[in-house]
């Protein structure tokens, strides 16, 4: 699913823009799906559902800004099980959503989320869904809404079922150690990093992106 639109911008502008980027060199458009929880913000103590709780990984604001300097699509793709287990509805999502762009001083492209979970709470959201990470639903949904190529796109993630999507999607992927996190084994990441900074600086040039002000 995708986030309720904030306020700020409607949903006919994004489609308006969306269809305008579609014209403009498609093979060379760039997208960068984020993780949200314990990669762009602080994973306390989970399920966040407050705006007022939202806390940034160092390094953040400034490697978004980088990646949208340089062209990038910018996407969160996150599962929010919270609401499934009816800590909080859809609509939190986009208000929390809100709250990390005002922090990253970016405006993101678009937030796919996950509301299901297999086996807690009760249905709609009790579901065996194909968009709740490892499944690469979020993924394939902002791929084909973009008409981006998977292989122009990155994921960067905390999580081994980040990675997973990634990698069933088509992505290539980063793996963010945020200090908490344990580095998965394997083939599933082409990069990994403690810091979002070169996370994003690893993804420009591996791109082929201009920096802002080259
Ligand atoms: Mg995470
Ligand atoms: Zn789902």
């Known amino acids: 699913m995708r986030c309720p639109p904030p306020t700020h911008?409607?949903?006919?502008?994004?489609?308006?823009?969306?269809?305008?980027?579609?014209?403009?060199?498609p093979e060379a458009r760039v997208g960068v799906f984020f993780d949200r929880d314990g990669t762009l913000t602080v994973d306390g103590e989970g399920y966040v559902g407050d705006p007022a709780r939202v806390?940034?990984?160092?390094?953040?604001?400034?490697?978004?800004?980088?990646?949208?300097?340089?062209?990038?699509?910018?996407?969160?793709?996150?599962?929010q099980s919270g609401v499934?287990?009816?800590?909080?509805?859809?609509?939190?999502?986009?208000?929390?959503?809100a709250r990390l762009e005002e922090l990253l001083g970016v405006r993101f492209d678009a937030c796919y989320y996950c509301p299901h979970h297999p086996s807690e709470g009760q249905p709609p959201y009790r579901l065996e869904c194909r968009c709740r990470k490892p499944e690469p639903g979020l993924l394939e949904r902002g791929l084909a809404e973009w008409s981006l190529e998977a292989r122009r796109c990155y994921l960067v993630g905390d999580t081994e079922r980040d990675l997973v999507a990634g990698r069933r999607a088509g992505l290539r992927t980063v793996f963010f150690m945020n200090g908490s996190n344990v580095?998965?084994?394997g083939d599933l990441r082409d990069f990994s990093t403690d810091s979002l900074v070169v996370a994003a600086e690893w993804i420009a040039a591996d791109a082929g992106l201009e920096r802002a002000g080259n």
């Open 9 to 25: 911008y409607s949903l006919l502008a994004t489609h308006y823009y969306s269809a305008i980027i579609r014209l403009v060199e």
């Open 55 to 79: 806390e940034l990984q160092p390094g953040a604001r400034e490697a978004v800004a980088l990646l949208k300097g340089a062209g990038a699509l910018l996407f969160v793709a996150t599962n």
């Open 84 to 97: 499934a287990r009816g800590f909080y509805g859809e609509e939190a999502i986009g208000r929390v959503q």
């Open 183 to 185: 580095e998965p084994s």
